[in-house]
């Protein structure tokens, strides 16, 4: 196997290119906890597993460094916008929890997400959270190897950039929308309740001003928001799992249709 790899050191080197950038962008294996040289380790030996097989299938490779060079490129492009893709359906749960956050009175308080090396709203952390949990429970890793790399792999070569260029566009505005659709769908029955909640407090502030309700609605808020999280978490947890499957049955589409 080693002395195979070494003859096609310039495929290897094409194909480990595409997984790590793959690996650099894709959730959860892109925080900068894991080291990087677990991540370089991890590439090669994915390239290594579907070496044999993207040999086989045949995979002309330039004699000439330039053109060589635009297809090191073109692989590298190929794992970002898997990983872009496969971010953007994760993204919906820290978005979901950033819509109702300052509704229900956490706006102004925000923790730093290790992961993604920023500050996102309490709310957006726990649902990122229990999203990790659900992505790994529904077998994110395994989708992750077997459609990012094997299915990209048999799909898609970096030549289909320039010549399928609308078809991934299309996709990927696709999923950018679908993230704020997703994100708005998961956050919706804690966000209309606590508007309806404003609402009438609101009202009822007018009707007895001296009472001072606009204050005291605050705490009903924040307590009404953990009663339907507490509900609702069992039924959330089985939503997390249809949009992360959903997001890779996109992706199979996304390199099925265009390859």
């Known amino acids: 196997m080693f ?43 994915t390239a290594a597993a579907v070496f044999p097989w993207v040999r086989e299938a045949g995979y002309p490779i330039p004699d000439t460094i330039g053109p060589y060079l635009a297809l090191l490129a073109g692989e590298a492009l190929l794992g970002v916008i898997t990983g872009f893709f496969l971010v953007a359906v994760q993204a919906a749960f820290v978005t979901a929890g950033q819509f109702f956050s300052l509704q ?7 923790v730093y997400d290790p ?7 309490l709310m957006g952390q726990y649902l990122n959270i229990v999203a990790m949990l659900v992505f790994v429970q529904v077998g994110g890793f395994r ?6 790399v094997r299915g990209s792999f048999q799909a898609l070569r970096a030549v289909d950039l320039v010549t399928r260029r609308d078809g991934f566009f299309e996709y990927l505005f696709g999923a950018v929308s679908l993230l704020f659709k997703n994100a708005m769908t998961l956050a919706f029955p804690i966000l209309g309740t606590l508007m309806v909640i404003s609402v009438t407090m609101g009202l009822l502030s007018k009707a007895a001003p ?8 605050f705490p009903l808020n924040i307590g009404v928001a953990f009663l339907l999280l507490f509900g609702s978490l069992p039924y959330l947890m089985e939503a997390f799992s249809r949009l992360i499957d959903a997001g890779f049955l996109d992706l199979a589409r996304m390199l099925g249709g265009t390859g």
């Open 115 to 121: 992961l993604a090396e920023i500050e996102i709203p």
């Open 104 to 110: 229900m009175g956490f706006g102004a308080s925000e």
């Open 210 to 217: 001296q009472m001072n309700l606009l204050t005291e609605g």
């Open 143 to 148: 989708n992750l190897f077997l459609i990012g």
């Open 3 to 45: 002395n195979e790899i070494l003859d096609g050191a310039d495929l290897f080197f094409l194909i480990a290119v595409r997984v790590l950038a793959m690996v650099e962008t894709a959730p959860l294996l892109s925080s900068d906890g894991i080291p990087q040289a677990a991540k370089i380790a991890l590439s090669g030996l």
